[in-house]
């Protein structure tokens, strides 16, 4: 099994988690920046509601943006993700104002919903970009559970 033939929709996490894992990086961009692009980051997001901690999201309202560069033209994917009542409900038809909005690359995308990077490290090293509440933005890697690859 490779990442060029594998859908993260249907895949069991973990085991996407590990191909991701084992995916050299270049590789992995070329990937996100083609074809397959949208089944991989699609994928990823429509499990995202499956892996949102009910308990810690338990009283957050927030409109949160992910704003996933690495096209081939240069500009990002942008959706949304509403967290209301302990749910997480996705759109890639952004229509509200968002409270917090993430940028990144598609390959720290899906190292950090795969669970392969994390979100302060990627803050640290410029490659999660955050704008808006600074509580959220503190609050909001905790709110999921990652797959332990």
Not at 17 to 30: D, G, N
Not at 43 to 52: F, K, Q, S
Not at 87 to 107: E, G, H, I
Request: some cysteine.
């Amino acid at each position: 099994m490779s990442i060029h033939d594998v859908d993260p929709a249907v895949a069991d996490p973990v085991e996407f988690a590990r191909l991701v894992k084992r995916t050299p990086v270049e590789e992995l961009r070329q990937v996100l920046a083609g074809q397959r692009r949208d089944e991989i980051l699609h994928g990823l997001l429509r499990r995202m509601p499956e892996a949102l901690r009910a308990d810690a999201a338990r009283g957050t309202e927030a409109v949160v943006h992910w704003s996933i560069g690495g096209r081939p033209d240069g500009r990002y994917d942008v959706h949304q993700m509403v967290i209301s009542d302990g749910r997480c409900v996705l759109s890639a038809q952004p229509d509200q104002q968002p409270k917090l909005t993430l940028t990144l690359a598609a390959v720290d995308f899906v190292h950090l919903v795969t669970g392969n990077a994390r979100a302060v490290m990627l803050v640290m090293k410029g490659k999660l970009k955050t704008r808006g509440d600074i509580g959220l933005t503190a609050k909001f890697p905790n709110l999921f559970q990652a797959p332990k690859p």
